[in-house]
C-alpha cells in the first residue's frame, strides 16, 4: 500500500507522520448536461482530521462528498483511500459511513433495530450486536429509547439514531450531508458539540458538508471552502477567517460580513501609501511589510476589506485613520448594535455563489431586460452597459469595472456599537480604522499578500 503522507505542526513536534485518509486529485465531476459541478478539486483529509466542506447550495460540495463515497463516478482526477485509488471500488467496500439530512431511518424498525441494522448485515452474532448498540446509545443520549419507533422521536433524536448507526460499524471514514440542517437552532448547537466531540474521541476522519459558517468555524480541524465547484481556500478556521485567500472567502465568512470598499493606491515613497476610499482617505505606513505589496498597484484600484472587530467609534476630532460618516441605519441584537454608516464610498458586494452585484436595481438580469425593451421602443440601446462580471481582463474576471455610476452601490459600513446606543439614523459618526486588520484584494479578487500564511 503507498501511503501519502504530510507533516503537521503536532505531528511535526513529535517526529510522527500524519497519513492522509482521503486525497483528491485534480477530481473533476461533469454532468450529461454538461454542467461541471466540481472543477479539478485537489484536497487532502488526514488521519482523525474532521474536514468541513462550506459553501451555498450548488457550489458542489455534496458532490465532491459522493465521489468520496463512491455514490458518483468523477469524469477525471483519482480518489484515494488510504493511499489506493478508489475510483472502481463499489461503496460497500470503501469502509466509509454516511450521514444524511434527511435521517433515512427505517420507519417499521425499533431506534434498536435501525442502529443495530448494519452489524446485521454483517453477520454480527446477537450478543457482541447488542452490546455494541447499547454503548453506542448511551454515548448518544438514546439509550432510553431503544424499543420506539422513528415516529415516536424528535427530530433531534432522530439525527442521533442516524448517528449511532453510521458510528455503530466503527468505520473508517464518516461523510456526513448536512446533517443538522432540518434542526432548530438551539438544538443544532448542542448537536454540533456531540458531533465533533464524538469524532474525535473515536479518532475517526470525518468529511462534513455544510452552508453554516457558525457550524464550519466551531467544529472544523479544516475547512475547504468552495465556489462553484472551485476550491477558494483551505486552512483552520483561524487561517480562513483571519487571511481569506480570495474575495469571496473574505465575503462569505463573518458575521456582520466584512466591509468591502473600492480603494484608489497612491504611494509616497518612503513614507505612506495612501487608500483613497471615496473623498477620504487611509494611510498604510511605508513601515508596514504590506505597503511594498500594495505600492505595485499605484493609480490603480483595489479592494480594501475592514470587519467590524477592526472598527472603534471615535470622537469627531479623533486624528490619526479616522473614517467619517452619518447612520443609515441601526440593528439591535440585544448583546449589541451594528451601525451602517454612508462614508461616501463605493461597496464591493460579492453574492452568495460568488458573484459581483453592484447594482441597486434588480442585478444584472433586470438591466438586459430594461436594455432590450430600450431597444424595442427607441430603435438603440440595445445591451444594457456590461455588468463588473461581463467585464474580463485576460481569462480572469475583474471585480473593479465601471458599471456607470447609476449601478453603483454606496458602501453601509457595518460597525460594532453598545446595545441601543443613544444615536439614531442621521447622527455622524467617526471610525477609527485598525490599518494592521486590514484586507487587501487586487481586481480579480485574489488576495494582495507578502506571503502565504
Known sequence: MILVTFI????DELGEETVTTVALKDVTKVFPDGTIAVDK??????????????????CGKSTVLRMVAGLEDPSSGAVLLDGELANDLPPRDRKIAMVFQDFALYPHMTVGDNIAFPLRLAGVE?????????DVASALGIGDVLGRKPSQLSGGQRQRVAMGRAIVRRPGLFLMDEPLSNLDSGLRAELRAEISGLTRELGVSTIYVTHDQAEALTMADRVAIMRKGVLQDVGTPTQVYGRPATLYVAAFLGSPRMNLLEASVYVHLDRYVALNIGEQALYLPWTD???????????????????????????????????????????HHGHESLAFLDIGATAIVVDEMGSQAESTDGGQRGRRRFGQVMQRLTGRGGEAEATPDETVRGNRTSVLSDPGRHHRRP???????????????GHPLSISVRMDALHFFDERGDRIDVGWR
Open 41 to 58: 478539486i485537489n484536497l487532502d483529509v488526514n488521519d482523525g482530521e474532521f474536514m468541513v466542506l462550506l459553501g451555498p447550495s450548488g
Open 411 to 425: 458602501a453601509e459600513l457595518a460597525v460594532r456599537l453598545a446595545p441601543y446606543p443613544a444615536v439614531s439614523a
Open 289 to 331: 511589510i504590506r505597503s511594498r505589496a500594495v505600492a505595485h498597484y499605484h493609480g490603480e484600484r483595489i479592494v480594501v476589506g475592514m470587519r467590524a472587530e477592526a472598527l472603534t467609534p471615535v470622537g469627531p476630532d479623533t486624528p490619526g485613520d479616522v473614517l467619517r460618516g452619518r447612520i443609515r441605519y441601526l440593528e
Open 8 to 11: 503537521r505542526g503536532s505531528a
Open 126 to 134: 446477537p450478543s457482541p450486536r447488542g452490546e455494541r448498540v447499547a
